[in-house]
């Protein structure tokens, strides 16, 4: 069978093994999402239980018989199956079954994911850390954040939420110290409107980058409203959008200091070209949300003017990456494109 007449043939969610990967901790990731065409498999792991149950019920019965290289196509059928929910939960089931399908035809077509999708990848992406459980007002703190900062990253990014106004802007500055360089500030959705436009003159330009998602909403009224109220204030959002209409309207209306997707969350690697797209247009820097590392590489590879460095999440991806044969691991601020077949990592089930 050649690749422009394979088909998907079995679409199946798999447990991972706890043996392989290690004992289970509460928020990982413990499934699989494999596909099949032509005696050929393909695969994308680790993926949470809910989007997993939703490939299992639904999605994977709509994507059987559909051409393997046909992933536009394949986007408007999973999406139709969905209709009103294809929001939040259904964009990412929708983009982890994406995922799992381009491994397969990387496969297929004996090329890494990177080479589909660009004629020439980049053989090397810059990636940046961020350690978003390390609280910065404990005593050990400064040597975590100067180890980090140490190991060659872009730059870093660190949580600041549960603190005064005040202590937030001291916190950032001390964390800017600490890595000897600007860093970026995630808020997780917690600051609100009253506390960010607190914050903003507290801050100093040189010190943070950005903050991202400082408000628990991310929509184009709420963060229209912010800029009028914070002027000059830079800001990063994106891992909360579902649909490519309300990024590209943000985008163009709030001109944010980084667009910060997530490549599964946004729908899959198919949808995250758009994206990609929509940034471009809007003269809007992409640094790509960490949760989807592996895909992001590859897109990052692909269209190295479009995307800056990816985000590395220091504590959490070496926990996902232990179902993984193959891991991606950053040195010197860089990871490796991997030169296998699809993704380049086998799942270890």
Request: include cysteine; hydrophobic fraction near 45%.
């Amino acid at each position: 069978m050649g690749l422009a007449d394979a088909v998907i043939e079995r679409v199946r969610v798999e447990r991972l093994n706890e043996i392989v990967a290690g004992p289970w901790e509460a928020g990982d990731s413990r499934f699989a999402v494999v596909v099949e065409a032509g005696g050929v498999t393909g695969a994308f792991a680790p993926v949470d239980e809910l989007p997993a149950a939703l490939i299992a019920t639904r999605l994977g019965q709509s994507a059987l018989r559909h051409p393997v290289n046909d992933h536009r196509g394949l986007l408007h059928r999973l999406l139709a199956e969905l209709g009103p929910h294809a929001a939040g939960l259904g964009r990412w089931a929708v983009g982890a079954l994406d995922c799992a399908v381009w491994d397969l035809h990387g496969r297929l077509a004996d090329l890494p994911v990177a080479a589909l999708l660009s004629d020439r990848p980049a053989r090397q992406v810059p990636v940046y850390a961020s350690w978003l459980s390390l609280n910065l007002t404990t005593e050990s703190a400064a040597e975590f954040v100067k180890a980090t900062a140490g190991k060659g990253f872009a730059f870093t990014k660190w949580a600041l939420r549960d603190a005064e106004a005040r202590e937030i802007a001291l916190l950032a500055e001390r964390a800017a110290q600490w890595a000897g360089q600007s860093v970026a500030v995630d808020a997780l959705g917690t600051w609100g409107h009253l506390r960010t436009t607190e914050v903003a003159p507290l801050l100093d330009l040189e010190t943070v980058r950005w903050v991202e998602d400082p408000l628990a909403r991310t929509d184009r009224t709420a963060y229209i409203r912010l800029r009028s109220r914070s002027e000059g204030l830079r800001v990063a959002f994106g891992e909360r959008l579902s649909h490519l209409e309300d990024a590209r309207a943000l985008l163009e209306d709030c001109r944010p200091e980084a667009f910060t997707f997530d490549a599964v969350w946004c729908g899959g690697i198919t949808e995250a070209r758009g994206w990609l797209g929509a940034a471009h247009d809007a003269r809007v820097p992409v640094h790509l949300h960490g949760r989807a590392f592996l895909p992001a590489v590859h897109l990052a590879a692909a269209f190295p003017d479009a995307v800056g460095a990816v985000e590395y999440q220091v504590v959490w991806e070496p926990r996902r990456q232990r179902a993984l044969r193959g891991r991606l691991r950053p040195d010197g601020g860089h990871v490796v494109l991997p030169d296998r077949p699809g993704l380049g990592v086998e799942v270890r089930r």
